[in-house]
């Protein structure tokens, strides 16, 4: 699904990663960790193709980035921003309808299938009842699932979501969390999410661990997972509690 | 309102306008005449003045007002700031430079329209280089660029104020200020119109993503930076159209746009047409009373243009959503 060689990452004169390879399988969700600034969000945009990388190539379902048009990507790869202008001109509905854009047909509308998956991820993530409402209306967590489910109309078979679970209550972020784990195990996606929340990355399948000084570290989660891994990564003492998918992490004050 | 029906509407007042331009004038015609000499021509008098003065007038306004209200959408998505207007990348001052410097030496209609043609694509060009240079296309440098290149043509616009002789600068003002009373064939200009409407319409469902930003009309399919140098070619062209016809009649591109989305029209499908429509209208209608409200002194459109519009915009602004 995503292969990618040799890539390096950098901000500014730092460089964040180096010579990174992976290879993310149909059916395997990832989680991205790291301090702030590691380069995650980076990591993201350059595999994205929103953002040159300094070195390395992306492979995506078999043919290199620079290979697809723009609306060709979007068919197959979606990517959950961290952060956007708030600002938009219409509706709720509006909004997760642009999602459907790199499948639009027709320069006149939207046909019934646009509609249709419009609809659909407006009742995946509880939005219908907003759907008339003006975006700009809407609170922080109502937005980011408006961005998730504009996410989900646009129904890649590649997602990279970047802090997917920021704003929202406890109820939704479950929610969110089932949404992902049954996109990527039930209809043989793939993803790669930039977390924070160690409960959501012990449910991912492997973790890529960014040290933000060119180091990284990937692999299954349940040998990455472990306190002195997430001790030398976030600098801080973790003691874990529980094992296996179930691990909690807590961090000793 | 119904969006079809707003279109509609405004497709109604666009025709309503244009006959008032037919009907008011310093010469006094009563409506059945109007009428028969739209349909029904006999050569005389009032023939020549509805088909050779009247009707060449109202339209080249209606075209006028349609490519700036365009230019003005356009540039307000590409620019993503709502004080964005066809004036703000400099392409009204260089054809203002053009054009006065042309009057300056006492040439016709013709050597200017050249001049400020020669003046517009310099700005342009000027514009694209320097903001497209450093690689990336970056729209604040674009604005930037625009707005410190439009200082600088203020400033030489002065210079050639101060410099002109009497005779001239009057001509000079109303080139300036934006007036009709010379406008050439409206022809081309209704071309630009037809095609820049067309073709963006088309694109609306791009404008509607690219309002998002960038970055995000990016990740959802948008190949961007085409999108741009289209849309600011565009903008340009139907600028210059505008500008050639008219001089810098000013507040349309701000305006229109602007009075629209605050009735609720925001979807790009409906809201190019609908400018289009209004601002051909607004302008229409605003030369219509600075050709008869002073009569028979012929007063600026842009003079107009601004005092109808500016009660319209607060009275918008002030409403409660």
């Known amino acids: 699904m995503l292969r990618v060689d040799q890539l390096a990452i950098t901000a500014g004169s730092r460089t964040l990663c180096r010579g990174l390879d992976l290879a993310v399988a149909p059916g395997e969700l990832w989680a ?27 492979t995506v379902a078999g043919r290199p980035l620079a290979g697809y048009s723009r609306r060709e990507l979007g068919r197959t790869l979606g990517i959950l921003l961290q952060r956007e202008d708030q600002e938009f001109w219409g ?99 793939a993803a790669l999410v930039v977390l924070h929340d160690l409960t959501f990355a012990g449910r991912c399948d492997r973790v890529l661990m960014l040290y933000g000084d060119g180091r990284f570290a990937a692999g299954a989660a349940a040998g990455l997972l472990q306190p002195e891994r997430l001790e030398g990564l976030y600098g801080c003492r973790v003691r874990a509690f529980g094992s296996g998918p179930d691990a909690h992490f807590i961090p000793v004050i | ?140 440098r674009l604005l930037l660029t625009g707005v410190v290149l439009s200082a600088g043509f203020t400033a030489l616009i002065s210079l050639l104020l101060t410099l002109a002789p009497q005779a001239q600068l009057k001509g000079m003002l109303f080139w300036l200020m934006g007036d009709l009373s010379h406008a050439g064939a409206s022809g081309p200009a209704w071309l630009v119109l037809a095609a820049s409407l067309l073709t963006f319409t088309l694109l609306a469902g791009s404008l509607n993503a690219l309002a998002l930003g960038p970055l995000k009309a990016r990740a959802l399919g948008v190949a961007v930076s085409g999108l ?42 409906w809201l190019l047409p609908a400018s289009a429509l209004a601002g051909g209208s607004f302008v229409t209608l605003a030369d219509t009373f600075a050709r008869t409200a002073w009569a028979p002194q012929q007063l600026p459109v842009g003079v107009f243009t601004a005092l109808m519009g500016v009660p319209v915009l607060l009275f918008l602004l002030s409403r409660k959503p």
């Not at chain 1, 646009?114 to 003006?134: C, G, I, S, V």
């Not at chain 2, 993503?80 to 053009?98: E, F, K, M, T, V």
């Not at chain 2, 741009?228 to 016809?245: D, E, M, P, R």
């Open chain 1, 91 to 189: 509706t709720l509905a509006d909004y997760v309808m642009l999602g459907r854009y790199p499948h639009a047909r027709s320069l006149f509308g939207w046909s019934a299938a646009d509609e249709e998956a419009m609809a659909r991820a407006l009742a995946a993530f509880d939005l219908e009842p907003l759907a008339a409402q003006p975006y700009g209306t809407l609170s922080g967590g109502e937005r980011q699932r408006a961005r998730l489910a504009q996410l989900w109309a646009q129904d890649p078979r590649l997602l990279l979501l970047d802090e997917p679970l920021q704003h929202l209550d406890l109820r939704h972020q479950l929610q969110t969390l089932e949404l992902v784990l049954k996109a990527v195990h039930s209809a043989n996606r």
């Open chain 2, 1 to 140: 309102m119904p969006r079809p029906r707003l279109l509609i509407t405004l497709a109604l007042i666009a025709l309503g306008s244009l006959f008032a331009a037919l009907f008011f004038g310093t010469f006094p015609i009563p409506v059945v005449q109007v009428f028969d000499g739209i349909f029904f021509p006999v050569p005389g008098t009032v023939d020549d003045i509805i088909w050779k003065l009247r009707l060449p007038r109202a339209l080249a306004a209606f075209a006028c007002g349609g490519l700036l209200a365009t230019s003005g959408v356009l540039l307000q998505v590409l620019l993503r700031n709502p004080l964005a207007d066809p004036y703000i990348l400099g392409i009204s001052g260089g054809a203002a430079l053009g054009a006065l410097t042309a009057l300056l030496f006492g040439a016709g209609i013709a050597a200017g329209n050249l001049a400020a043609l020669a003046g517009a694509l310099g700005a342009i060009a000027i514009v694209f280089a320097l903001s497209f240079r450093a690689g990336d296309w970056n729209m604040h």
């Open chain 1, 32 to 58: 991205v960790l790291g301090c702030n600034g590691s380069g995650k969000t980076t990591l993201l945009h350059a595999l994205a193709g929103l953002a040159p990388a300094a070195a390395g190539r992306v």
């Open chain 2, 228 to 269: 741009q140098a289209a849309i600011y070619f565009g903008a340009a062209v139907a600028t210059v159209a505008a500008v050639l016809l008219g001089g810098s009649i000013g507040f349309v591109g701000l305006l229109v746009p602007h009075a629209l989305r605050l009735v609720g029209v925001n979807d790009h499908r």
